[in-house]
């Protein structure tokens, strides 16, 4: 038999555990199928020295603070998915785990969501399947060419893997600092970090908790019709946790320009400087997982579904959580989670009211 629920969320990290909560509230009767075998989300698959640029009070899903641990001003990603596990149990919500959403289709007044473990028919769909498995890799010339390793963000774990080695590391935004700057002060890593254009630290008392304000100032001047402020970007690029501003302060973390190719042995600069290397990390983003909404049709010629809030405008039973920006201030942070999240919930109850 092929379950009837009112709504089925698709992922069970952070964006969908806040759809979760307020679903809950709204007394809506769901369920949330996710991908990975346990709790936790992306976060269980970080890098061993990741932090989060918040204190753990201002790092929390609706409902529930993160608890604070002694000593540590920035949570690391096992506290993260220790938090998210027992956000989920606490709240008993109906996570499913182990299960891959493969296409949300029309059917009649409701929507079919087919996985890899069976079919679902609901009344609405929250999309909250986040970027992580979707990583962005740039079309850069000779990439086929070099014979060393090539990873991305979503490969890396810790600097013993490449003791000894030259690295390169490609992308000024946080993960290439924060990675440039672990493998740097491992002492036995000679690191090349290269990035489109000069690397922009904030002043290092800005962390996360400025960062959502000014996204969240942003956002609303936007809806109202104000100028455009520039956002976080205005601020600058890189947030300056301890290890980024230890490695920049010792002189370990000086960007080179982008280059103009790679090379069987390294890379090639656009002047005619080249420089061997070991392995390649592409810290150059992630672009929204959505291949299981293909099935309806609604991505635009640059692939963007239109939204209105969160809710799909030529679907209005679809809402989209923890994209970025475009679903939400800061929406694919924890603290920035819920306020998009309770939205949702309140126009889907509403919606299946009528």
Same mark, same amino acid.
Not at 142 to 162: E, I, K, M, N, W
Not at 185 to 194: N, P, T
Not at 207 to 236: I, N, S
């Given at each position: 038999?092929?379950?009837?629920?009112?709504?089925?969320?698709?992922?069970?990290?952070?964006?969908?555990?806040?759809?979760?909560?307020?679903?809950?509230?709204?007394?809506?009767?769901?369920?949330?199928?996710?991908?990975?075998?346990?709790?936790?989300?992306?976060?269980?698959?970080?890098?061993?020295?990741?932090?989060?640029?918040?204190?753990?009070?201002?790092?929390?899903?609706?409902?529930?603070?993160?608890?604070?641990?002694?000593?540590?001003?920035?949570?690391?990603?096992?506290?993260?998915?220790?938090?998210?596990?027992?956000?989920?149990?606490?709240?008993?919500?109906?996570?499913?785990?182990?299960?891959?959403?493969?296409?949300?289709?029309?059917?009649?007044?409701?929507?079919?969501?087919?996985?890899?473990?069976?079919?679902?028919?609901?009344?609405?769909?929250?999309?909250?399947?986040?970027?992580?498995?979707?990583?962005?890799?740039?079309?850069?010339?000779?990439?086929?060419?070099?014979?060393?390793?090539?990873?991305?963000?979503?490969?890396?774990?810790?600097?013993?893997?490449?003791?000894?080695?030259?690295?390169?590391?490609?992308?000024? &935004?946080?993960?290439?600092?924060?990675?440039?700057?672990?493998?740097?002060?491992?002492?036995?890593?000679?690191?090349?970090?290269?990035?489109?254009?000069?690397?922009?630290?904030?002043?290092?008392?800005?962390?996360?908790?400025?960062?959502?304000?000014?996204?969240?100032?942003?956002?609303?001047?936007?809806?109202?019709?104000?100028?455009?402020?520039?956002?976080?970007?205005?601020?600058?690029?890189?947030?300056?946790?301890?290890?980024?501003?230890?490695?920049?302060?010792?002189?370990?973390?000086?960007?080179?320009?982008?280059?103009?190719?790679?090379?069987?042995?390294?890379?090639?600069?656009?002047?005619?400087?080249?420089?061997?290397?070991?392995?390649?990390?592409?810290?150059?983003?992630?672009?929204?997982?959505?291949?299981?909404?293909?099935?309806?049709?609604?991505? &635009?010629?640059?692939?963007?579904?239109?939204?209105?809030?969160?809710?799909?405008?030529?679907?209005?039973?679809?809402?989209?959580?923890?994209?970025?920006?475009?679903?939400?201030?800061?929406?694919?942070?924890?603290?920035?989670? &819920?306020?998009?999240?309770?939205?949702?919930?309140?126009?889907?109850?509403?919606?299946?009211?009528?």
């Amino acid at each position: 038999m092929t379950p009837r629920v009112d709504v089925v969320v698709a992922g069970g990290g952070q964006a969908g555990l806040a759809a979760g909560y307020h679903l809950r509230r709204q007394g809506l009767d769901f369920v949330v199928l996710d991908a990975d075998p346990a709790p936790g989300g992306a976060w269980q698959h970080m890098w061993d020295s990741l932090r989060l640029f918040s204190p753990a009070a201002h790092s929390s899903l609706p409902g529930r603070l993160m608890p604070a641990r002694p000593g540590e001003t920035y949570p690391d990603a096992g506290h993260v998915v220790e938090y998210l596990a027992d956000y989920e149990k606490r709240y008993d919500l109906p996570v499913q785990h182990g299960i891959r959403v493969e296409a949300v289709r029309r059917d009649g007044e409701r929507l079919l969501v087919e996985a890899d473990a069976g079919t679902w028919r609901a009344r609405a769909v929250v999309s909250a399947t986040g970027t992580w498995s979707r990583p962005f890799l740039p079309a850069v010339p000779g990439r086929a060419l070099f014979s060393g390793r090539q990873l991305h963000t979503v490969d890396y774990r810790r600097p013993a893997d490449f003791a000894g080695q030259r690295v390169l590391v490609v992308g000024g &935004g946080n993960s290439g600092a924060q990675i440039a700057a672990d493998l740097a002060l491992a002492g036995d890593v000679e690191v090349i970090w290269a990035t489109r254009r000069p690397p922009r630290f904030l002043a290092d008392d800005i962390d996360g908790r400025v960062l959502f304000d000014v996204a969240t100032a942003r956002r609303r001047a936007l809806d109202e019709g104000r100028t455009d402020t520039g956002g976080v970007a205005a601020l600058g690029d890189i947030v300056a946790v301890p290890p980024v501003r230890a490695a920049r302060d010792a002189g370990l973390l000086t960007a080179r320009p982008m280059f103009a190719r790679l090379t069987a042995t390294g890379v090639q600069w656009a002047d005619g400087g080249r420089a061997d290397a070991d392995a390649v990390i592409w810290c150059t983003g992630f672009r929204p997982a959505l291949a299981h909404l293909a099935p309806l049709g609604l991505r &635009g010629p640059r692939g963007r579904i239109a939204i209105s809030g969160t809710r799909a405008v030529a679907e209005p039973r679809l809402h989209l959580l923890g994209y970025g920006d475009w679903t939400g201030p800061a929406s694919a942070t924890l603290i920035g989670a &819920g306020r998009p999240a309770r939205d949702a919930a309140r126009d889907i109850a509403r919606l299946l009211s009528c």
